[in-house]
């Protein structure tokens, strides 16, 4: 009996739950608005999650879409339209999707470090190296126009002495 009941609670555990969304809504085609400033998109739902409504046009059947983006805290947007637009403020509820904190944990780090690899990349432009002993500067051609020339260094030189030695070229604009 134990076994019964524990694999029933496991069972509720596991069934998506039904919230009450706050405020009221209307949509238009996909997108949904918030009627009312007691609207709450941003603390209640996010992408991949359910929003369920009642139609009023039939009857008060009720319609469940899938929310592909939330726009701000008073719009979204739903994966299709309903049977009918919501013309009258609609009460609605909404069914978290299952989540797996680890991974999305996970993601936020490697994205994270991605954003902070490519700020660096980006940060240096035309200078940029990944080898400290390589010196980079630009030189004016004969046309007027530059080219990037690139010498290699004895020793490792910090990034101040590389923009010092630049600044020494005179064809080199940037410095």
């Known amino acids: 009996q134990q076994q019964q009941q ?30 009312d400033e007691s609207t ?5 739902f996010s992408a991949g ?12 059947e009720q319609e ?12 979204c947007a739903v ?9 009258t403020p609609t009460e609605f509820y909404y069914i978290q999707k299952p989540r797996d904190a680890r991974a999305e944990a996970q993601k936020r780090r490697e994205d994270a470090s991605k954003a902070k690899a490519e700020e660096e990349r980006c940060a240096f432009g035309t200078y940029g190296t990944n080898d400290k002993n390589e010196f980079i500067y630009r030189e004016k051609t004969e046309t007027g126009s530059y080219t990037i020339r690139k ?7 910090s ?5 010092y030695m630049r600044s020494k070229k005179k064809s080199d604009k940037y410095c």
């Open 151 to 157: 010498e290699k260094l004895d020793g490792e030189v």
């Open 6 to 35: 524990q694999q029933k609670q496991q069972q509720q555990q596991n069934q998506p739950k039904i919230h009450k969304g706050a405020g009221l809504i209307i949509s238009s085609g996909t997108i949904v608005t918030g009627y």
């Open 159 to 163: 990034r101040g002495d590389l923009l």
């Open 64 to 75: 469940m879409r899938v929310v592909t983006m939330r726009l701000s805290n008073s719009s």
């Open 49 to 60: 999650d359910a929003l369920i409504v009642a139609a009023q046009e039939k009857g008060g």
């Open 40 to 44: 709450n998109f941003t603390g209640e």
């Open 79 to 87: 994966s299709s339209a309903f049977s009918h637009d919501l013309k």
